[in-house]
Every structure is written in C-alpha cells, then in structure tokens.
C-alpha cells in the first residue's frame, strides 16, 4: 500500500477527530486530567483560535497562514520534528541483519530495576 500523498494526509489530523468525537469519546473512556488537557490541546493546535501570522513572498506572491501550536508533548503535529530526529537517531543504531525493534513504557517501578546506574532514568535525571 503506498502511504497517501500529504495533501491527502492533511485530513487525517487527529484534532479533526477529536473536535468531532471529543464528547461521545469522553463520555464512553473519561479521561484522567492529563488526557484531558492533552486532547484540549491537540483540539486547537494550529487553528485561529491559538492566533498566527501570514507568510508571503514579495517576489512570487506566495502566501500562507500559519496558525499558532499546543506544544503539548502528546501532540503528533507538534512533536513530528521530533520525531523525525528520535527515527533518524533510532536508524543508526538498527543492527544490519533482520530484527524486531519494540519502543514501550515502562512501569515506574521497574525503572530503577531497568536504570539502576542512573538512579532511575535512561538519560541520568528526571524528565
Ligand atoms: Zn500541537
């Protein structure tokens, strides 16, 4: 299956989703107070509402608006740069030979088990 062109993707946001099915979806899963800030953000990341400015060239009459983002961390329209570099980052470190690479969260608890050196942490200090 080939991955749809980006003006195709552009409709695929999730604060599309949300906007749309925030209610029926709190009402089925109630969000703890984080997933609720989160999806608060996500829901108005880069529309008028969060204000913007208008980019334009001079020279070939190009323009577009850009509207401000949430920076929320859960946000995929804010943290795709960030993303982009974790990927590339993860890219050099794939051994050559074929193998299932697994990204997952581990319970508090076992981070000190996992991280002991570290007192806890992967990178040395809290985040
Ligand atoms: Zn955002």
């Known amino acids: ?3 749809p062109a980006t003006s195709q993707r552009a409709r695929l946001y999730l604060a599309k989703i949300a906007r749309g099915h925030r209610p029926d979806l709190e009402q089925r899963h109630p969000p703890s107070k984080l997933k609720c ?9 880069r529309i008028a509402l ?10 070939c009459g190009w323009e577009e608006q850009a509207y401000g983002s949430c920076g ?5 329209k804010c943290q795709a740069l960030a ?7 993860m890219a050099k470190l794939i051994l050559p030979v074929l193998h299932i690479h ?3 969260t581990l319970p508090s608890e076992s981070r000190e088990r996992c991280f002991p050196v570290c007192g806890g942490t992967r990178r040395g200090k809290d985040r």
């Open 83 to 89: 993303q982009e570099h974790w990927i590339a980052a």
């Open 102 to 104: 697994l990204v997952f």
């Open 72 to 76: 929320n961390r859960n946000c995929p």
């Open 1 to 3: 299956m080939k991955w």
């Open 37 to 45: 800030r989160a999806l608060s953000d996500i829901t108005v990341c």
């Open 50 to 59: 969060m204000g913007g400015n208008r980019n334009a060239c001079a020279a």
